[in-house]
């Protein structure tokens, strides 16, 4: 390849990658407000961030949703800018703005179900693929996850802390808007949203890690690359107990060649101490790329 080429993916890639974010806060945006208007404002669950206090201003005043979320967020994304500095940039911009964009142009859809529970699970579910998809982007949609942010540098108390003091408060204010089982439901909505966001972000293909210890590691290193074609990282370790220098074998598989790793290394060394652990995202060579 030529050096004119090399220069030519070079600028190439980041190009790509960053049509990639741009499709990921506009597509996750997109899923977050058709979910609010299918599942959560119908059913009045306000589980929690800016659109949980649309639902509650819409229940008390009537006002309408997306402009209450353009009223909180703009406000809100400005303060970040402010106080936070500028590393949010467009692509936060383009969520803060275009999420209430959506949820005004399909405030006339039929709602997915009157039912509140099936509101909170399904209307949680998939904002959190839509905000999962958003963070994917290297972005957000704004609201409240920068006034969690802002809380935390004047405070010092921990970001996870301000987030759930700030939909905490939502919660609660759904709870006396409505009543106990709304805020119950509110509850259950920002569960879904939580674990599925964490979903998004690693995926639901588990791998697994597993530390060797064995008097074999040459063995068991040879047997890893030729018969499962898996790269084996060998760390220095001293006996608890002996105090002796004994190197262990660490190894990512995936979970369907977990058995045939186990019954390798059983077959080679059956006294073997092996430690198993979940790897819930594997970046790198044989696995998935950054």
């Known amino acids: 390849m030529s050096a004119k080429q090399r220069r030519r993916n070079n600028t190439f890639n980041p190009r790509i990658q960053l049509l990639k974010e741009y499709i990921y806060i506009l597509i996750g945006s997109a899923i977050v407000g058709i979910g609010f208007n299918l599942f959560l404002l119908p059913n009045r669950v306000a589980s929690g961030?800016?659109?949980?206090?649309?639902?509650?201003?819409?229940?008390?005043?009537?006002?309408?949703?997306?402009?209450v979320q353009w009223a909180f967020n703009i406000p809100l994304f400005i303060a970040g800018v402010i106080f936070l500095g500028r590393q949010y940039g467009i692509k936060t911009l383009i969520g803060t703005l275009f999420l209430p964009f959506v949820v005004f142009l399909t405030r006339d859809m039929e709602p997915a179900t009157l039912d509140p529970l099936l509101g909170a699970l399904f209307g949680g579910v998939v904002v959190g693929i839509g905000l999962g998809l958003a963070f994917r982007g290297n972005a957000s949609t704004g609201g409240t996850d920068l006034a969690a942010q802002i809380v935390n540098k004047f405070t010092g108390l921990s970001l996870?802390?301000?987030?759930?003091?700030?939909?905490?408060?939502?919660?609660i204010a759904a709870a006396f808007v409505f009543d106990l089982e709304g805020g119950l439901y509110a509850l259950i909505g920002l569960f879904a949203t939580s674990k599925t966001i964490d979903l998004v972000q690693v995926g639901f293909g588990y791998s697994k890690m597993a530390i060797i210890i064995t008097t074999k590691q040459d063995e068991v290193s040879k047997g890893i690359f030729e018969k499962i074609d898996r790269g084996?990282?060998?760390?220095?370790?001293?006996?608890?107990?002996?105090?002796?220098?004994?190197?262990?074998?660490?190894?990512?598989?995936?979970?369907?060649?977990?058995?045939?790793?186990?019954?390798?290394?059983?077959?080679?060394?059956?006294?073997?101490?092996?430690?198993?652990?979940?790897?819930?995202?594997?970046?790198?060579?044989?696995?998935k790329r950054a």
Do not use: H, N
């Open 49 to 67: 961030g800016v659109s949980g206090i649309s639902t509650i201003f819409d229940s008390l005043f009537g006002w309408e949703p997306a402009f």
């Open 232 to 287: 084996v990282t060998r760390l220095s370790a001293v006996g608890g107990y002996t105090d002796d220098e004994r190197p262990i074998l660490m190894c990512v598989v995936d979970q369907t060649e977990f058995t045939k790793l186990k019954q390798l290394v059983k077959s080679i060394d059956a006294s073997a101490f092996v430690v198993v652990m979940d790897a819930s995202e594997v970046l790198g060579e044989g696995f």
């Open 160 to 171: 996870g802390t301000c987030v759930a003091l700030i939909d905490g408060m939502i919660v």
